[in-house]
Nanobody
Framework: VQLQASGGGLVQAGGSLRLSCAAS????????MGWFRQAPGKEREFLGA????????YYPDSVKGRFTISRDNAKNTVYLQMNSLRPEDTADYFC????????????????WGQGTLVTVSS
């Protein structure tokens, strides 16, 4: 699976941003999709995942209520809607794919996309 993330940029604190991740190469609906981020000097952080049908999503408490993951299987795309952004949300954001939800949650997916940089100014 090839993953191409986009949508990063500069946004003011309190603003919103939607990231997209387009997948190709395999049957998109066969894969659990996840989002991660990594800020300079920090460990990679799991942000959430959506199962194949998109009917269920999973989030860590750190972003629950602010970040929303969705997917469009017809467009082979997964999205990350981020609201009420804070300067501490500044990071590289990555999408990932695996057939296992567990591997997504623990941060060992089979496929990674390249990062898209999000910068939140105060």
């Amino acid at each position: 699976v090839q993953l191409q993330a986009s949508g990063g940029g500069l946004v003011q604190a309190g603003g919103s941003l939607r990231l997209s991740c387009a997948a190709s190469g395999r049957t998109f609906r066969d894969y659990v999709m996840g989002w991660f981020r990594q800020a300079p000097g920090k460990e990679r952080e799991f942000l959430g995942a959506t199962i194949r049908s998109g009917e269920s999503t999973y989030y860590p408490d750190s972003v629950k209520g602010r970040f929303t993951i969705s997917r469009d299987n017809a467009k082979n795309t997964v999205y990350l809607q981020m609201n009420s952004l804070r300067p501490e949300d500044t990071a590289d954001y990555f999408c990932a794919a695996d057939q296992s939800l567990h591997k997504i949650i623990i941060g060992t997916p089979e496929y990674w996309g390249q990062g898209t940089l999000v910068t939140v100014s105060s």
